[in-house]
């Protein structure tokens, strides 16, 4: 088809010298001319491909044709609506009316609405009792013998007028397209020459290439475009987060164990058992298996005995402690479980026990430090760290455009000797400014397993108010002596969710291109179309690269 065309452009050019209008072209194979937008879309495809042997050159003229709506070749097939009506009224006195109810039944209700209203206005039909009937042996459906002229020209003889109206009644839909004068090139000619496209060793060695016809490079032409995956919003966010940690000399933790027992999520933290974090309401327990095995026994029953009765100078919660409640398994609610896992790890050698070569797991470089008091005695086997882990933690909550049942964590902890809250309060400044948050502020909270406890809030430009970040604090002894630090070891932890600062870091950096207030980053303002299986795909390829 491409070549027969190219050649009848060609054949018609050199008997006419001019084409002034490709629409007048009749296709190979075809009767009627190439009026279509369609039609005049191969023609350009044949023009630019002369044009690029300089056999021809042409010019593009915009035109506007018209097009049948689907309901409008539902009415080139059928008959107009009015034309259906009279067709299913009978005859005056030939037999019972036909109700509207009846017409409705027959052939729809639009059908049947529209069809009455044209055929009373060309008194094809009227009435007769309760029903309709016909007026007339015989009509002339115009509408349908003008949408069939449609067709076959793209315009109406009878006028704009006639074309408003059926535009109006959306039978019609306007098309703009383009059609082509077409003239000679320098290169003219009715044959066409294959053009080499590459030089070969063949024609080296012959000499061929000196009279070879090669074809001309176009430099504008545009190349495929590069099939890859693209990274999600979120994915951004977290490795510039995880940049930023590792910048300041932490390690991160393993997070991998969605599934933690109830110890390790709650217990090991001294929240207390009977917490209403800890009802079915608000946390997914398994059903199979149902219990976890305890760990070590002796860090066991200290945490048990710091709840039930009391140690470490503390109270405790002086509540019964159950066992069955301490094994349950379920969908971690927050990393915390994994921070608690690995705080218990680093307090290994205070506990007396032989650990070597873990100091890379910990902090960069961490080493071990003596207390104020005991530069002259042994060392006791603290050492400093810093942690931090981006992860997915799971929620019972009840799920709407700012919620689902699982979100990603941002945890941090900080492990040393004689730290403060000012300590916490100045590496939360120093951390969200890497951020792009620059006004930050805490309020006073209260959290089971840290004392004291800050809430972190950043101000939101496009809100103009200030927005709740997370929550931070300095752990309490109940969690951190059971598992064997010294008395003057502090640790400061933090917890975020990544999506929160990623929507207020995003509308600092992108104010001029973002919606108002939006749940998460990137203008979005329901959270499922950023997480979960209605996310739009064409959004992660179109998202913008967040740089801090």
Known sequence: MAQSLQQLILDTLDSQGTINDTRTLIFPDSTSPAISPEDQIVVLGALNSLLSREMIIYDTHESISNGLSEEGLAIVQHGSHEARVWSAAPEKDQ????????????????????GQGKAFK????GKQGNGLVRLTNSINDQTQLDLKEIIETGTLAAGEKILADLRKRKLVTQKKGQYFTVKKGQNFSTTIAKQETDLTAEMLTSGSWKTANFKKYNFEAE?????GGALHPLLKVREEVRNIFLEMGFAEMPTQSFVESSFWCFDALFVPQQHPARDVQDTFYMSDPQY???PDPDYYNRVSAVHEKGAFDSIGYRTPWSDEE???????THTTASSAHMLYKLAAKCRGETISGDEHNF????????????????????RPAKLFSIDRVFRNETMDATHLAEFHQVEGVVADRGLTLADLMGFMRVFFAKLGMEKIRFKPAYNPYTEPSLEIFAFHPILNKWVELGNSGMFRP??????GFPKDVRVHGWGLSLERPTMIRSVLQLCQICHPYTALSYGISNIRTL????VPIESVENSPAVMM
């Open 95 to 114: 037999g019972p009316p036909i109700t509207p109810d009846q017409l409705k039944d027959l052939l729809g209700g639009e059908i049947a609405k529209v």
């Open 122 to 125: 060309n008194k094809w039909i």
């Open 223 to 227: 190349g495929l475009a590069p099939s």
């Open 292 to 294: 976890a095995s305890h």
């Open 326 to 332: 301490s094994k349950k398994l379920l969908l971690r």
């Open 363 to 382: 902090s960069h470089g961490a080493k071990s430090t003596f207390g104020p008091d005991k530069t002259d005695e042994k060392d006791d086997g603290f």
């Open 478 to 483: 109940e969690m951190l002596e059971p598992m």
């Open 531 to 534: 997480v979960g299986h209605k």
